[in-house]
T-cell receptor, first 116, second 116 residues
């Protein structure tokens, strides 16, 4: 089974609107971390947000928030008030507990296009 | 500024000519790793290192070598590059957690390698 699944290969959003990028994960480890990265066309990987499996609250970083639904094993990224500069590939990723620390699982990515 | 520095950003080389992609981090991270990113195949781990003189294979190690003689540096060596090693390469680092959060990666800016 895929560890990280991103089912939206591409999405469009109107500037200034909010958008949700989907991510589901699969693990039996009670300790894990979920991450979102942004990859603009220039190629670099930029860390956006982190959610730990034991965190009670959903993570937020500026315009980014993570909608963490543990029972559903989903970790959707919400971008509020989209900007043109948000156009990029977005990757969801997971790292499992300390016993499997060397593995970092990435989804296949969602390409977001923000329309003016 | 805390960062992972990769060089070069772009490299075009010929088949069989040995090359080294350098990676250096200034955050005193124990863990470092190399990935390659290819369209349709996502990010795949090549090698990783848990500390100085401790390295291990990832998912796609064939054709690559690494060394970790100092904590800050983790070069990727292609002894005899071939066209199927044309890819976007990332170096990444993170702390190893003793307690608490599972840390995400800090990525280098990437190296676009073309082997002709």
């Amino acid at each position: 089974a895929q560890k990280i699944t991103q089912t939206q290969p591409g999405m469009f959003v109107q500037e200034k609107e909010a958008v949700t990028l989907d991510c589901t994960y699969d693990t039996s480890d009670p300790s894990y971390g979920l991450f979102w990265y942004k990859q603009p066309s220039s190629g670099e990987m930029i860390f956006l947000i982190y959610q730990g499996s034991y965190d009670q609250q959903n993570a937020t970083e500026g315009r980014y928030s993570l909608n963490f639904q543990k029972a559903r094993k989903s970790a959707n990224l919400v971008i509020s008030a989209s900007q043109l500069g948000d156009s990029a590939m977005y990757f969801c990723a997971m790292r499992e507990g300390r016993s499997n620390f060397n593995k970092f699982y990435f989804g296949s990515g969602t390409k977001l296009n923000v329309k003016p | 500024e805390a960062q992972v520095t990769q060089n070069p950003r772009y490299l075009i080389t010929v088949t069989g000519k040995k090359l080294t992609v350098t990676c250096s981090q200034n955050m005193n991270h124990e863990y470092m790793s190399w990935y390659r990113q290819d369209p349709g195949l996502g990010l795949r781990q090549i090698y990783y290192s848990m500390n100085v003189e401790v390295t291990d294979k990832g998912d796609v190690p064939e054709g690559y070598k690494v060394s970790r003689k100092e904590k800050r540096n983790f070069p990727l060596i292609l002894e005899s590059p071939s066209p199927n090693q044309t890819s976007l390469y990332f170096c990444a680092s993170s702390p190893i957690p003793l307690t608490g959060n599972l840390y995400g990666y800090t990525f280098g800016s990437g190296t676009r390698l073309t082997v002709v």
